[in-house]
């Protein structure tokens, strides 16, 4: 089946502007995860969703960080007045709830550059 | 804090060499996961480690989980170029779904 899709896969924002980064998880995952990665670092945590509720944000660096999952399957991280040290890779990844079972499937990413 | 170390950092093997990464959490961890990502991919799911001293193999891949349950290790036996990528190890604590994550082994094979 279809995986894990975001989009833009790319985008660079002026210095200040607001951007919006969308996650299209795999049917019926509930749990969602939102992830920076920088350069040659691993995944950063960010925040996570267990079906609408954001059960953990406390990866979010700043309060210009925010992100929603109002109905349990799309994701959106909006980030306002970007600044340069956003630049970075935003992973999504979903995952059923099954036990033990905690295995993630990434997306794609968004690569933002903030100029 | 919890934190996960992960060594070496880096490592470079020739064509058919092995290689091995290993991966040493400061607490105990219910799980264990591994991840591949290749240079300008994301992170891949290969498979999750759960019981204490468990040891599971994929093909030339060998994955172990340490007794006390705080450290594991990705073995590859004669490594082909088709390996190179960044290596993570991620761990759950107790019931808390957020993995902590290492920071990686970024493996190079020269063909």
């Known amino acids: 089946g279809a995986g894990v899709s975001q989009s833009p896969r790319y985008k660079v924002a002026k210095r200040g502007q607001d951007v919006a980064l969308r996650c299209d998880p795999i049917?019926?995952?509930?749990?969602l995860f939102w992830y920076q990665q920088a350069l040659g670092q691993g995944p950063e945590f960010l925040t996570y969703f267990q079906n609408e509720a954001q059960l953990d944000k406390s990866g979010l660096p700043s309060d210009r960080f925010f992100a929603e999952r109002p109905e349990g399957s799309v994701s959106t991280l909006k980030i306002q007045r970007t600044q340069q040290e956003d630049s970075a890779v935003y992973l999504c990844?979903?995952?059923?709830?099954?036990?033990?079972?905690?295995?993630?499937?990434f997306g794609p990413g968004t690569r933002l550059t903030v100029t | 804090g919890q934190q996960v170390m992960q060594i070496p950092q880096y490592q470079h093997v020739q064509e058919g060499e092995d290689f091995t990464t290993y991966c040493n959490s400061s607490t105990t961890l219910s799980n264990i996961q591994w991840y591949k990502q290749r240079p300008g991919g994301h992170p891949v799911f290969l498979i999750q480690l759960v019981k204490s001293g468990e040891v599971k193999k994929q093909k030339r891949l060998t994955f172990q989980f340490g007794e006390a349950k705080k450290n594991s290790s990705l073995h590859i036996t004669a490594t082909q170029t088709t390996d190179v990528g960044t290596y993570f190890c991620?761990?759950?604590?107790?019931?808390?779904?957020?993995?902590?994550w290492g920071l990686g082994t970024s493996l190079g094979v020269n063909p």
């Open positions: 990844a979903s995952s059923l709830r099954r036990g033990l079972s905690y295995e993630q499937y």
């Open positions: 991620a761990g759950n604590a107790g019931n808390n779904r957020k993995l902590i």
């Open positions: 049917s019926g995952h509930v749990s």
